[in-house]
């Protein structure tokens, strides 16, 4: 899902989109930070550096290992990107690199022409404002100089191209007298929540008697209420489900070898599985998962597709990653300790511990084959398990 903030000159689109960003689990990019590099290195060519991973722009701006976000931040550089932004083949330059990088993951995107230009069809759209006065005195505090705000508002609004201004379909939100907290809020208040579904039922009347039973501690946590993410759990037990849908704040999308329809029948689409026919390229399913996916859903893919109960994790399927391969959604490596070995007699003794581990996105791996990303993901819930 892409979040667009824009706005002009010191209203507040880097601090409250970062904050936002951290508060919900996604990553965020600042538009800006990408003209001021490119005032800084013309001759840099964003889209190879990007791919080469020479060049970071997610949060702050690293180029060639190195953080540059104070060098960005001078009145002369701001000058010079909103002199150069005037130019098409900059601007296009720019918007080829946002959209590469952001394709299929979940970001906070901040700039003059996010939600106008870049990307029209983002989930959702702020337009922030503030008074000029309070912009300008907000903007001189943060670099210690006078600053002439309004020939900078100018140049923006009144450009042929892409002028800073809000989509019509943008939520507008004036914070001259809010605090950053106020403003992050209002916007995660004005995020689309998913339906009531008879899953998120089963959730709200059987996760805490789940969470009990289990004793589940969640050993580390990512925020997946919003945006598309595909989680990637070990599976132990047959039980390894319910107690990872006992813990989300959401329904989620299981994706459940297509044999299981003869044991639960109907019962596995009210609890929203999508069946998969196992070792073959089942394009139906295939195409079920993206259609979720493009509806910002969570989808559960068991990497290992059948059980392996001893704790050991057993080889990985390359079709978990394909999605992140494809660019289609972030994968979130989900660890789950304590349900080994599960009979009568230790059912309930258990003592379970769930482990959301950071996210990796589609732009994190390119360049890397499938099998290379499953590798490199079992290395990091293989650590975690044995480290849990
Ligand atoms: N309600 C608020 N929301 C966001 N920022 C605020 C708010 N109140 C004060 N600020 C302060 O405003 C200053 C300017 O914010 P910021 O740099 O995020 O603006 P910006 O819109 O990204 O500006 P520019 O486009 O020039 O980079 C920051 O120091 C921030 O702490
Ligand atoms: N989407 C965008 C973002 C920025 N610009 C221009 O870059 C200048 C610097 O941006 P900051 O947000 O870091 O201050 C800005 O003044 C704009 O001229 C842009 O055109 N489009």
Known sequence: MIIAIDGLAGSGKTTAGKGLAKAIGFRFISSGQLYRFKALEPDVDLLEAIKEHKLKIEWDIEWEGKGISAELQREEIGSRASEIALLREVRDEVNN?????????????????IGTVVFPEAGVKFFLTAEEGVRARRRAEQVGEEVNIAERDERDKKREIAPAKAAEDAIIIDNSYQSVEETIKEMEGRLPKDEFDFQRFLQYVLGPPVRGLFRIEVVKSHPLKYGRWILTPNHTSAWDGVCLAAVLQRSAYYVAKVELRR??????????????????????????????????????????SKIFTDGIMGPFKEGAFYFLRKRMAPVVPVVIKGLERITVNTFFTRHVRIAFLDPVYPIDVFGLRENDISDKVKKLMVNAYESM
Do not use: M, Q
């Open 97 to 113: 690199v946002l959209r590469f990088v952001a394709e299929g993951g979940n970001y906070v995107i901040e700039g003059r022409d």
């Open 263 to 304: 044991i639960l029948g109907p019962l596995l689409s009210i609890l929203n599985a999508v069946t998969i026919v196992r070792d073959t390229p089942d394009l139906k399913a295939i195409k079920a998962i993206r259609a979720l996916l493009t509806k910002e859903k969570i989808v559960v893919i068991y990497p290992e």
